[in-house]
């Protein structure tokens, strides 16, 4: 079990390219989160995916954005059309299965920078 | 939304001191997890405190929960310069979502 696994560590895009990140889940676990950190804040939560099913999303995931986790296993998050706004490190998190209970387990996360 | 808020914001120490944070929240829980985060990375699960749960120790840390006043607090003994990181609190509301606060940022000085 090597941990919730995330790539790119980094990336630098020009405004209104779109972006990819991956993420791939402790391999027992079901729950599937997205979040967004910026400089300085907490965490904010984006979205959340139970197997392959996207349960939630918040408010802050506008129609430039979009998830998938297509067989339950690693998710994707693409950004479209990428404004400066967007910089900000996307974080990944699991949790499910026998030996998790409720913790949630983070990645290491994808720095986004926009220019 | 942040739910939880972290006191202090920051906090500086000496090596071998202790170090108290603090986290308030706003509605009921199921649980509330710490986390620590180095700069640039991404979060490392401390301590979960469940609800019906008022103390927990791991190590170096103690966690204590009071529900009927929303906080919590962690203790960190005997701190080293590798402590030096932000910590967040976060609590667990529904479907395991958790909500985090803006963090305190610790410093340890040799």
């Known amino acids: 079990d090597t941990g919730v696994s995330q790539d790119p560590r980094h990336k630098i895009t020009k405004r209104g390219q779109n972006v990819t990140f991956r993420c791939d889940p402790i391999s027992e676990h079901n729950r599937l989160y997205w979040y967004r950190q910026t400089l300085g804040q907490g965490p904010e939560f984006l979205t959340y995916f139970q197997n392959e099913a996207q349960l939630e999303k918040s408010r802050l995931l506008s129609d430039r954005f979009s998830a998938e986790r297509p067989k339950g296993s690693f998710s994707t998050l693409e950004i479209q059309r990428t404004e400066q706004g967007d910089s900000a490190m996307y974080l990944c998190?699991?949790?499910?299965?026998?030996?998790?209970?409720?913790?949630?387990?983070f990645g290491e996360g994808s720095w986004l920078t926009v220019v | 939304s942040q739910q939880g808020e972290e006191d202090p914001q920051a906090l500086s120490i000496q090596e071998g001191e202790n170090a108290t944070m603090n986290c308030s929240y706003k509605t009921s829980i199921n649980n509330l997890q710490w986390y620590r985060q180095n700069s640039g990375r991404g979060l490392v699960h401390l301590i979960l405190?469940?609800?019906?749960?008022r103390e927990k120790h791991s190590g170096r840390l103690r966690v204590t929960l009071d529900t009927s006043k929303k906080s919590s607090s962690l203790l960190i003994t005997a701190s080293r310069a590798a402590d030096t990181a932000s910590y967040f609190c976060a609590t667990d509301t529904t479907a395991s979502k958790l909500t985090f606060g803006t963090g305190t940022r610790l410093q340890v000085t040799l």
């Open positions: 998190a699991s949790t499910g299965g026998s030996s998790s209970g409720n913790t949630i387990y």
């Open positions: 405190i469940r609800s019906n749960e």
